[in-house]
């Protein structure tokens, strides 16, 4: 159990065109899901954690113009990438936690990779 | 906000050795999760693991919240176990952010 798909695995978009990417939680119901960000040899960073049915809470420095996050049901939260630019090429990575029982485990998509040229 | 550092940052082992990871963080915490990234990118959940100490396999983990920090335990290495390990740390209920630490990439030669 605890499986979450992310789509697509790997784009690649010209720069000023958007990108949407999924992230769905297929065996379980996420009632938050997170949106990370990861260069090359780093760590994960946060970008912002989303609520089903509210608005979502973006993190220092991200811009929410840029990132458009909608958590529309309890099983699906997208990430837009708008008027994409080479310097948002990176692996982005969501993850989902059910709001009971707990333990308020994480659980990983296998992440998208997206080139910007 | 909460700091998380784990060592080595680099570990090299030859097949069939043991390992131990260390994870410590600077704050009182309600979660902590070790994660194994494999080449591909993808994080494989290891241990969730808050206080006390599991097992699963070859692989244990032990958290002293008390003290703050946490240790995974690799026995008998294979070439699979290779790849970047990942201490979080998160404070809250279910909607609990989890605040990463830059890795220990182990290598591990046949």
């Known amino acids: 159990g605890a499986v979450v798909s992310q789509h697509p695995s790997w784009v690649i978009c010209k720069s000023g065109t958007s990108v949407k990417i999924e992230c769905r939680s297929l065996d379980f119901q996420a009632t938050t899901m997170f949106w990370y960000r990861q260069f090359p040899k780093q760590s994960l960073m946060l970008m912002a954690t989303s609520n089903e049915g509210s608005k979502a809470t973006y993190e220092q420095g991200v811009e929410k113009d840029k990132f458009l996050i909608n958590h529309a049901s309890l099983t699906l939260s997208t990430l837009t990438v708008t008027s994409a630019h080479p310097e948002d090429s990176s692996f982005y990575i969501c993850?989902?936690?059910?709001?009971?029982?707990?333990?308020?485990?994480?659980?990983f998509g296998p992440g998208t990779r997206l080139t910007v040229t | 906000g909460i700091q998380v550092e784990q060592s080595p940052p680099d570990l090299i082992l030859q097949e069939g050795a043991n390992s131990t990871l260390r994870c410590n963080f600077s704050d009182s915490v309600n979660n902590l999760q070790w994660f194994h990234q494999n080449p591909w990118g993808q994080l494989i959940n290891l241990f969730y693991i808050p206080s006390g100490t599991k097992q699963n396999g070859r692989l244990s983990a032990t958290t002293v919240a008390t003290e703050r920090y946490s240790l995974l335990y690799i026995s008998s290495s294979q070439t699979t176990d290779s790849g970047v390990y990942f201490c979080?740390?998160?404070?809250?209920?279910?909607?609990?952010?989890?605040?990463f630490g830059k890795g220990t990439l182990l290598t591990v030669n046949p």
């Open positions: 979080a740390v998160g404070v809250g209920g279910s909607n609990y952010k989890l605040t």
């Open positions: 993850s989902a936690s059910s709001s009971s029982p707990p333990p308020y485990e994480q659980y």
